[in-house]
C-alpha cells in the first residue's frame, strides 16, 4: 500500500535543530491538508503543525514560533524545521495527509508514515 516516508529524526543536545522531512511523491491532490504529528511513551498522539494546499498553517501551542512547517510542491516533500528543541520535544514523530483542506485541525488523516524517532537530552 502506498505510504507516506518521514526522515530526518536523530538524538540532540537541548537547544538544537532537526529538519525532518516527508516523501510524499505520490500524494498529487490539488486540495488537501498534510501534517506533523507526534506521540511520546504513554502519552496520546498529538498534532503539532499542519499545512493546507494554500500554505495556511496551524501550529501547537508548545511548538509555536520554534517549528515551522513548510512544502516543497516541486518534490511532493513535507518538512518540519525545528528550533531550539526542549526535552519535552523527545517523540516519534508522523507526517500525515488527507484529501480536501476542509478541517484540516479535526479532521481524520487517512495516509500516515511509519514515523521517525527526535530525542532531545
Known amino acids: 500500500h502506498v505510504q507516506l516516508v518521514e526522515s530526518g529524526g536523530g538524538s540532540v543536545k537541548t537547544g538544537g535543530s532537526l529538519r525532518l522531512s516527508c516523501d510524499a511523491s505520490?500524494?498529487?491532490?490539488?486540495?488537501?491538508?498534510m501534517g506533523w504529528f507526534r506521540q511520546a511513551p504513554g502519552k496520546e498522539r498529538e498534532g503539532v503543525a499542519r499545512?493546507?494546499?494554500?500554505?495556511?498553517?496551524t501550529y501547537a501551542d508548545s511548538v509555536e514560533g520554534r517549528f515551522t512547517i513548510s512544502i516543497d510542491n516541486a518534490k511532493n516533500t513535507l518538512y518540519l524545521l525545528m528550533n531550539n528543541l526542549k526535552p519535552e520535544d523527545t517523540a516519534m514523530y508522523y507526517c500525515?495527509?488527507?484529501?480536501?483542506?476542509?478541517?484540516?485541525?479535526?479532521?481524520?488523516?487517512?495516509?500516515w508514515g511509519q514515523g521517525t524517532q527526535v530525542t532531545v537530552s
Open positions: 499545512i493546507d494546499n494554500i500554505g495556511m498553517t
Open positions: 505520490w500524494f498529487t491532490y490539488r486540495s488537501y491538508c
Open positions: 500525515a495527509a488527507k484529501i480536501f483542506r476542509d478541517y484540516c485541525i479535526t479532521g481524520e488523516y487517512p495516509y
